[in-house]
T-cell receptor
Framework: GAVVSQHPSWVICKSGTSVKIECRSLDFQATTMFWYRQFPKQSLMLMATSNEGSKATYEQGVEKDKFLINHASLTLSTLTVTSAHPEDSSFYIC?????????????FGEGSWLTVV | GNSVTQMEGPVTLSEEAFLTINCTYTATGYPSLFWYVQYPGEGLQLLLKATKADDKGSNKGFEATYRKETTSFHLEKGSVQVSDSAVYFCALSDGGATNKLIFGTGTLLAVQP
């Protein structure tokens, strides 16, 4: 079946540095990918919708310059957390929509744990 | 705006017990409703869905009925197994151009042998 892979699964970085998380659709092309973050005991919060070949659409309250999203190909979207701070520590999950299927057929990655120290 | 509210966990049950996880929603129009499951160390997987009122989604022994009159989509299973231990998320999609999903907070289910 369709698989979405995220890398890395977990990462620890120092305050002030940038970290990149990759989201790949392994056996299908995804024109649209979504990035979520999840705080402990809270829901998944949609951060942005990433469309291949165009700029991402960010949800209200999400800083575009801090969370850089690039969707350069039909199988890869990246989220870069720039100048990370401890409050950016969270669980980040991506999902991808299979363009071959109608309706809301969305597949999720395994998620990436980011800890900023 | 659209939102989803689901019961807080954790829910702890013995094997073969009956499961109900409540989910209610607020939405304009006619959203599609979903239950996703996240097993330990894995990504979210679609468990079941319903796209219109009175539809019943079912999969792996789980069921949920889209109740427009009560704006609910409660998840049920008659007899849970240890392997059902996971986090369950209720979600809705307003079916707009981007089909964004809005999630509830998730409910951890722990099934004991």
């Amino acid at each position: 079946g369709a698989v979405v892979s995220q890398h890395p699964s977990w990462v620890i970085c120092k305050s002030g540095t940038s970290v990149k998380i990759e989201c790949r659709s392994l056996d299908f092309q995804a024109t649209t990918m979504f990035w979520y973050r999840q705080f402990p005991k809270q829901s998944l919060m949609l951060m942005a919708t990433s469309n291949e070949g165009s700029k991402a659409t960010y949800e209200q309250g999400v800083e575009k310059d801090k969370f850089l999203i690039n969707h350069a190909s039909l199988t890869l979207s990246t989220l870069t957390v720039t100048s990370a701070h401890p409050e950016d520590s969270s669980f980040y999950i991506c999902s991808a929509r299979d363009r071959r299927r109608s309706g809301n057929t969305i597949y999720f990655g395994e998620g990436s744990w980011l800890t900023v120290v | 705006g659209n939102s989803v509210t689901q019961m807080e966990g954790p829910v702890t049950l013995s094997e073969e017990a009956f499961l109900t996880i409540n989910c209610t929603y607020t939405a304009t129009g006619y959203p599609s409703l979903f239950w996703y499951v996240q097993y330990p160390g894995e990504g979210l997987q679609l468990l079941l869905k319903a796209t219109k009122a009175d539809d019943k989604g079912s999969n792996k022994g789980f069921e949920a009925t889209y109740r427009k009159e009560t704006t609910s989509f409660h998840l049920e299973k008659g007899s849970v197994q240890v392997s059902d231990s996971a986090v369950y998320f209720c979600a809705l999609s307003d079916g707009g151009a981007t089909n964004k999903l809005i999630f509830g907070t998730g409910t951890l289910l722990a099934v004991q042998p």
